[in-house]
């Protein structure tokens, strides 16, 4: 009997675990359908180009019918709804989908940790239409701004997505010689938190030199339409910052069309739990990147980065494809090959694998950040397509 097999997601874990999975099975072996809310992946690491240069759009997405084999069947819509005991997928204008193997890869929404008003008020940077409306919103308060009374700009959360677009405002800035002032807010002591110091050093001072200011050692406590309020307490009056433009990227919780999964989940960040083999509670769902807290011994779960879904959905695929079999599953451990992250038309490189350097910028970080993008865009799409992305990543 033919299995039916559904991945929901065009993210990195879905992408990749489509093109796994194709790589590994028979087409008399199994059907696959491939569901997302979007006919393309984005290439979500890069997304933050599209706030400096819109045009960029083109280089960051690739069509799923690029990615996926003829074979495969591809459904436009967000998945509503997952009757685990019956196995069907049903998404928003009430396609349903059976499935005898599931993989969940929707990734992650953005957590704004109950912060009064935050939500309401603040962009976001988690798909191609958030970057448009941070460039759009750019623009125009800086339009309406001067050198005297500049468009002020607020980018809480200096971990990676808050870094990198705090970098492409202030290259936009320049390039348009526009009045803006950017402010980077992080909560705790060091941008860039819970890593080396000599990294953390190499991001300020090229934050720095971009003029970005950063605010450091007082959490984002309220947010109005006008205001963002920084610290304050029972004895202490919460200090305003005034601004025109506020982007939020300071976590990640589930996304809400696996809320009412039947499948175990963590109570606090609502992400599905998931052994280091990508298998949850239910035999017949898994769960890879973003959308999922994979095991990986020791209390430890891997990490939310581009790099580990890249590496999670190799295993994936072939897993499903086991599944189908009937085979025993692999487990998956995740290899930290480096991070690599851009100021600007700057970049920074640390712990890169295979290099004597720990830490370094210049002109081969810079190649180096590019060349990632580009290798995974042939890698689901073509070398043609990834040779001309190279220049704008």
Partial sequence: MTNDVVVVGAGYAGAGTVKAFEDEIRDDEANLTWISEHDYHLVLHEAHRVIR??????????????????????????????????????????????????????GSS???????????????LKSLQDAHDIHDDVREAAADATKSDPAEVLVGGAGLSGIQTAGEIAEYRDKHRAPISIKLIEGLDEIFPGNDPEIQGALR??????????????FISEADEENV????????????????????TGGITGQEEIANVDVEKDERSNRVIAESDFTTSDDNVFAIGDTALVDQGDDDVAPPTAQAAWQAAEVAGENLARAVRGSPLKTWRHEDKGTVISVGDEAVAHDVAGCPITTFGGTSAKVLKKGIASRWIAKVSSVGRAAGAFGDM
């Fill in 53 to 106: 240069d819109p045009s960029v759009e083109d280089n960051v997405t690739i069509p799923v019918d690029e990615i996926k084999s003829p074979s495969t069947d591809f459904v436009q819509g967000r998945v509503t709804d997952v009757d685990t005991e019956g196995q069907v997928v049903e998404t928003d204008d009430g396609t349903t989908v059976d499935y005898d193997y599931l993989l969940l890869a929707v």
């Fill in 205 to 218: 001072k090229r934050l720095e030199n971009k003029d970005v200011e950063i605010l450091t050692g007082d």
């Fill in 110 to 124: 953005t957590a704004f940790f109950g912060i009064d008003g935050l939500q309401e008020n603040a962009h976001e």
């Fill in 229 to 248: 309020y920084l610290g304050g307490g029972e004895d202490e009056e919460p200090e305003a910052l005034p601004y025109d433009v506020l982007v939020w």
